[in-house]
């Protein structure tokens, strides 16, 4: 502009000296006009630019002037993006719309036309004609159909010399700048520099401003200058916030006193005065007291400024430091606490110390604690030292419940519950008029869970006005509650290991078996009073001693290098004496086998060994004597084995249960689904079913039986409300929420809702079913409906099985019981007929005759033959095979003479009246009493005389057994199986059984069976 201003002053000179033509007048005025009018022009975007005009307006308004200026040229101003890698457009009023799209966004590295030129460059780029001189034929053809021939383009250079964008201008027709034009075009480049330097400059200061309001109200640090020559004050916006004063308030030292608290007031008029005094910078801290009756920690750091000699101003933060003072509070208080809690103090003293400490963390509020009943129903005082005691005393034992005031229902719900007003919540219907006595208005409740989310007690704060609890609230009743679950599982940890301690002490007391803890070196440390009696030493005599004194000497090596072993090995326990026998050393020196398994314990960085040892001497000669008859045994045990091995068994579970699942899964565009039943004795709800990729799953499937297959009613959140009240809910996200047992399993099958059903009998909820989804839903009443109808289809499929399986079950037990009868009848009362032709041929062997002997064993092998054969029958539900030749007389006969050839017992059969033929169920009835009675005789009556009487009338049958022998008492106590089966015989047939007989006056045994049409069959 100055150049400009040189020719347009060296134009007006020209025209006052002589002898210039008169025609050089009319150049002077034009360019004085020209001059001028950039003079004119220059001001107006100066002044735009201190008016704080905003950059686009400015750029346009430096274009219009050039092409004001020189009315044949189009102007263009191009701005350097911020990577500086591209040209944006700034301002272009004139240009040709299409051609501005066209070169908008150009990277100036591939040199696309003169404005990129410049930028890439630094410095002017001149193309007088674009036909010839554009190096780019895509500029060129865009240029030229716009109707544009010439550009000259600048850069705009900042203060530090960097490219801010390129002036530009255009002409309609080829030609080059005169040195005026260059010289105008730099000025304006300057212009514009100026313009975007200061726009940029005044971004960047609202950017910091912006920042630094937002760090401080992050930080919670306010700003302040105090002039205190002039009294002037100044505040940031968080410093006004901090002290709790609207903006619009013109600031003041007065207004700072005003909102300290009265117990530091002389503190901090004393640091300003020092400070002001001295000229000494401000480093302190102090509370304020606010409106609200809050009270805020106020750290306030300063430094003096301005001339010593005169002026005095200080500049500094105030930082509000209020929740690094709770935390330093909390964090002191929590120490107290675990302090208590680890010396050991009493619960009570612990728990008052942690409700003082609530109410010291939270203005305004007393606090409650309340511990669960040792049977879970009732809520007991634990602590309350600001409540009224008859307040305390009155709510003490309250129920636990749905509607049982916040604490009750807290502890019921397992969650929070906040009463705002207790005069209008209808939790508190049973309790209002006790809280109300005594001024508490809102009582707001928090259960305290152990670590295995068992609800202890719980934790409620109360506030004289109705209300809702502030999030300084909720941080205390967090915290607080933390610290008594803490407590509460330390004094259960404590009470349990007196217990553990007390078990473990009398089972020491009482164990027979010798218990022995050693250490490291192997002396005693422990010998309890069963190792009293094994090892005849007293404890007072081998504790101290080395457990050497209780081994023979011949082992000791090999037990030191087992202990050495044992050592290394990582395992805590194992078996002793798998490769050899162990034997142990009394008091006296005798020597005796015994079992032995060691443990090792780490205590305190020392081993302790513990060793509990048997005496099996009585176990080894039991074996020994047991060996003798291993034999006889095995093939007794093999026998009965096979028998039964032929028991028959359940068929396979019904499958209308799984068809049930699949139609309610199918039905409802379900993933799965499971069932879930109470158990009406314990109350516990237990797994039975699922659904899951197209099969049934039961709780016997190992993957099920791992994850909580038996669960209480409160393990999942909807359950106790719908067992009480019999209506379906929904789980609408697994996701979030509360968690419960079976969440880990569901989530990882991709479940995200479940609506459980209830499954109902007579009204009552018998238990539920969970339909799960892969997606979040919502449900339509119709598909509720829907829902609650296959419920009702499921639990009749499950009561239908039910049914069926107790109906096998009766079936299976009646014929496990006939089994037992006929194995009883055969194979016992069988070995009994051996066992005395054994003895018979024993007798007969010792008195030297061998052919009796000879004969009894032969008869003791038929006699076992033919019990065995009978076992075979039985166990295929035949006949016994005399019954198939002869009928009920003759075979009771032919059992007669078998099982008492050769013995002592005499023994007859009569009939009366005329035989009839029975049904096949009597005959083998009546034949296996027959044979039970007569084993009694041989082997435990010492009878001589055994008599049968079959008695045949016109309506009744009558069987009497009677023998001569020692007799017993019919109304004593029995074992064994022979009376019981001979009485469900005899109550199968529907007949009766009369016992008569006495000690030493034998026994007479009477059964009558009337007849009945199944009871006789036809004669052939």
Request: with cysteine; glycine share 8%.
């Amino acid at each position: 502009m100055s150049a400009c201003l040189q020719e347009a002053t060296g134009a007006r000179r020209a025209v006052a000296s002589p002898g210039l033509q008169a025609g050089q007048d009319d150049d002077l005025r034009e360019g004085r006009r020209w001059a001028e009018a950039v003079l004119a022009g220059e001001r107006r975007v100066l002044e735009m630019i201190a008016r704080n005009s905003s950059l686009g307006s400015i750029l346009e308004a430096l274009c219009r002037l050039v092409e004001q200026i020189s009315p044949d040229s189009l102007c263009c101003i191009s701005l350097l993006d911020a990577s500086g890698a591209q040209l944006a457009r700034g301002a272009a009023p004139s240009l040709p719309q299409a051609f501005m799209d066209a070169i908008e966004g150009r990277t100036i590295a591939d040199a696309w036309g003169p404005c990129g030129l410049a930028a890439l460059r630094g410095e002017p780029v001149i193309l007088a004609d674009i036909k010839t001189d554009s190096p780019c034929g895509g500029y060129r053809d865009l240029a030229l159909a716009n109707d544009l021939r010439a550009c000259w383009s600048t850069p705009i250079l900042s203060s530090e010399r960097k490219v801010l964008g390129t002036f530009a201008v255009y002409g309609r027709e080829p030609r080059s700048p005169s040195q005026q034009q260059r010289n105008l075009m730099e000025q304006f480049a300057h212009l514009a520099s100026i313009a975007i330097e200061r726009t940029r400059a005044e971004e960047a200061l609202r950017r910091s401003e912006t920042y630094l309001a937002e760090a401080q109200k992050l930080s919670h640090t306010g700003s302040f200058g105090w002039n205190v020559s002039t009294g002037e004050v100044s505040w940031s916006a968080e410093t006004f916030r901090i002290l709790g004063y609207e903006q619009g308030l013109r600031p003041e030292m007065g207004l700072v006193l005003q909102r300290v608290h009265p117990e530091d007031l002389g503190l901090v008029q004393r640091m300003i005065e020092a400070a002001s005094r001295e000229r000494t910078g401000l480093d302190f801290e102090h509370r304020l007291l606010m409106p609200n009756g809050s009270v805020k920690h106020l750290h306030v750091i300063a430094h003096a400024a301005g001339n010593k000699a005169v002026e005095l101003e200080f500049v500094g933060a105030v930082m509000d430091v209020t929740e690094r003072k709770r935390a330093e509070a909390l964090v002191a208080g929590e120490k107290r606490l675990l302090e208590m809690i680890a010396r050991g103090n009493e619960l009570v003293l612990i728990l008052e110390a942690l409700c003082r400490f609530g109410e010291e963390m939270s203005r305004d509020v007393l606090v409650s604690i309340l511990l669960v009943s040792s049977d879970g129903k009732s809520l007991r005082h634990g602590a309350a030292p600001s409540l009224p005691p008859a307040y305390t005393q009155a709510i003490d034992g309250g129920r636990i419940g749905p509607r049982a005031g916040s604490c009750g229902t807290a502890a019921y719900r397992g969650q929070p519950v906040i009463v705002s007003d207790i005069a209008t919540d209808p939790l508190w219907a049973d309790y209002r008029h006790l809280a109300l006595e005594q001024g508490l208005r809102a009582c707001w409740s928090t259960p305290i869970f152990s670590t295995t989310r068992e609800v202890m007690g719980t934790f409620a704060l109360y506030s004289r006005e109705p209300g809702t609890p502030t999030q300084e609230h909720k941080n205390t009743i967090d915290q607080m509650t933390h610290l008594a679950a803490v407590a509460l599982e330390h004094k259960r940890a404590e009470e349990a290991l007196r217990r553990s301690e007390s078990r473990f002490e009398g089972i020491l007391e009482i164990a027979e078996d010798a218990i022995i803890s050693v250490d490291a070196r192997q002396c005693i440390l422990l010998f309890n009073q069963g190792a009293e009696k094994v090892f005849g030493y007293r404890q007072s005599e081998v504790i101290g001693q080395r457990l050497d004194l209780l081994l023979p000497p011949r082992f000791a090596s090999a037990h030191q290098r087992h202990i050495e072993e044992f050592t290394r090995s990582p395992g805590v326990a194992r078996p002793m004496g798998q490769r050899r026998e162990i034997f142990a050393l009394r008091k006296s020196g005798q020597e005796f086998p015994a079992e032995a398994s060691i443990s090792k314990l780490d205590v305190g960085g020392e081993l302790v060994f513990t060793v509990i040892l048997r005496d099996i001497t009585e176990r080894k000669q039991a074996a020994e004597a047991l060996r003798a008859s291993e034999q006889l045994a095995r093939g007794q045990a093999e026998a009965l084995g096979r028998t039964l091995d032929a028991l028959a068994r359940e068929s396979a579970p019904d499958k209308l249960v799984e068809h049930v699942l699949r139609t309610i899964t199918e039905q409802l565009g379900a993933h799965s689904s499971s069932v879930w039943l109470r158990n009406e004795a314990t109350g516990l709800v237990a797994f039975e079913f699922a659904f899951e990729s197209g099969k049934l799953v039961t709780g016997a499937d190992a993957g099920i039986s791992k994850i909580s297959p038996i669960l209480k009613i409160d393990d999942v959140r909807p359950w106790p409300e719908i067992f009480r009240t019999g209506r379906p809910s929904v789980l609408e996200d697994i996701r979030r929420g509360p968690d419960f047992p079976w969440r880990e399993h569901v989530l990882s099958l991709g479940v995200i809702t479940i609506l459980i059903v209830p499954m109902l009998i007579a009204g009552q909820v018998q238990g539920v079913i969970g339909i799960r989804f892969t997606r979040k839903r919502t449900f339509r009443a119709e598909e509720i409906a829907l829902a609650q109808a296959l419920s009702h289809q499921a639990m009749l499929a499950i009561q239908l099985m039910r049914l069926s399986r107790e109906g096998r079950q009766a079936a299976v037990a009646a014929e496990r019981n006939r089994m037992a009868r006929d194995i009883h009848d055969t194979l016992a009362q069988g070995f009994t007929g051996v066992i005395v032709q054994l003895e018979a041929a024993a007798d007969a062997s010792s008195e030297g005759l061998a052919k009796e002997a000879s004969d009894h064993l032969a008869r003791a092998a038929e006699l076992a033959r033919s019990s065995l054969r009978e076992a075979r029958r039985s166990v295929r539900a035949l006949r016994p095979q005399v019954l198939e030749e002869r009928d009920l007389c003759g075979a009771l006969e032919e059992l007669i003479g078998k099982m008492t050839a050769g013995t002592s017992l005499r023994a007859k059969l009569s009939v009366q009246g005329e035989p009839r033929s029975l049904g096949p169920q009597w005959d083998e009835n009546l034949l296996r009493i027959g044979q039970e009675v007569l084993t009694n005789s041989l082997r435990h009556a010492q009878a001589s005389e055994f008599d049968v009487q079959v008695g045949f009338s016109a309506d009744q049958l009558r069987l009497t057994l009677r023998d001569n022998g020692l007799g017993f008492d019919p109304a004593g106590k029995f074992d064994g199986f022979g009376l019981l089966g001979i009485r469900e015989r005899v109550e199968s047939m529907g007949g009766r059984l009369a016992i008569a007989g006495a000690r030493g006056e034998g026994t007479a045994i009477s059964i009558t069976l009337p007849y009945s049409d199944n009871s006789l069959r036809v004669a052939s």
